[in-house]
C-alpha cells in the first residue's frame, strides 16, 4: 500500500466541467489486494496490471461507450501507442490509438511498491495525448 493513502484517508476530487466531482485519485481500497473478479495483462515493461470487476463497472458507469471496449483497455496497457507519467508518482497514463469510440482510448494505472499496478480508469480522448 502506497504510504502517502492511509486508510480511512479521503479522495481528493476536482470540479468536473460538467459540474460536480470527479474523482482523481483512488481511495485506499482500491490500492488493496481486494477483488473479486479480475482479468490481468503485461504492459511491454513486465509489469503485472490487473483490472478488476469493481474498477471496470465504474468505468462503464461513467463511460457507457467503452463497456463493448474491455479487451481494448487491456491492450492499451499490453501494447500502448504512447505512455505518459500520472500527476502522482505511482501513476502512469497508457494511450491506445484508434481504439474505442473516439481516437485515442487512455488508461489510468496505479502502481503499488512491488511494481503491480492496477487500472483505476478509462476514457476516450479525441485529441493526441
Same mark, same amino acid.
Given at each position: 500500500?502506497?504510504?502517502?493513502?492511509?486508510?480511512?484517508?479521503?479522495?481528493?476530487?476536482?470540479?468536473?466541467?460538467?459540474?460536480?466531482?470527479?474523482?482523481?485519485?483512488?481511495?485506499?481500497?482500491?490500492?488493496?489486494?481486494?477483488?473479486?473478479?479480475?482479468?490481468?495483462?503485461?504492459?511491454?515493461?513486465?509489469?503485472?496490471?490487473?483490472?478488476?470487476?469493481?474498477?471496470? =463497472?465504474?468505468? @462503464? +458507469?461513467?463511460? /457507457?461507450?467503452? %463497456?463493448?471496449? *474491455? $479487451?481494448?483497455?487491456?491492450? &492499451?496497457? =499490453?501494447?500502448? @501507442? +504512447?505512455?505518459? /507519467?500520472?500527476? %502522482?508518482?505511482? *501513476? $502512469?497514463?497508457?494511450?491506445? &490509438?484508434?481504439?474505442?469510440?473516439?481516437?485515442?482510448?487512455?488508461?489510468?494505472?496505479?502502481?503499488?511498491?512491488?511494481?503491480?499496478?492496477?487500472?483505476?480508469?478509462?476514457?476516450?480522448?479525441?485529441?493526441?495525448?
Amino acid at each position: 500500500m502506497n504510504p502517502r493513502c492511509a486508510p480511512g484517508s479521503t479522495r481528493d476530487v476536482i470540479g468536473s466541467p460538467r459540474g460536480g466531482a470527479r474523482l482523481v485519485r483512488p481511495s485506499p481500497s482500491l490500492r488493496s489486494g481486494r477483488m473479486t473478479g479480475a482479468r490481468s495483462s503485461r504492459d511491454p515493461r513486465g509489469r503485472e496490471i490487473v483490472l478488476t470487476d469493481e474498477r471496470w =463497472e465504474h468505468i @462503464t +458507469e461513467g463511460h /457507457p461507450e467503452l %463497456e463493448a471496449h *474491455e $479487451e481494448e483497455v487491456l491492450r &492499451a496497457v =499490453e501494447a500502448p @501507442t +504512447e505512455t505518459a /507519467p500520472g500527476r %502522482e508518482p505511482d *501513476e $502512469e497514463w497508457f494511450y491506445l &490509438a484508434d481504439a474505442g469510440p473516439s481516437r485515442w482510448l487512455k488508461v489510468v494505472v496505479v502502481f503499488d511498491s512491488s511494481s503491480s499496478g492496477r487500472i483505476i480508469t478509462a476514457f476516450p480522448r479525441r485529441r493526441k495525448p
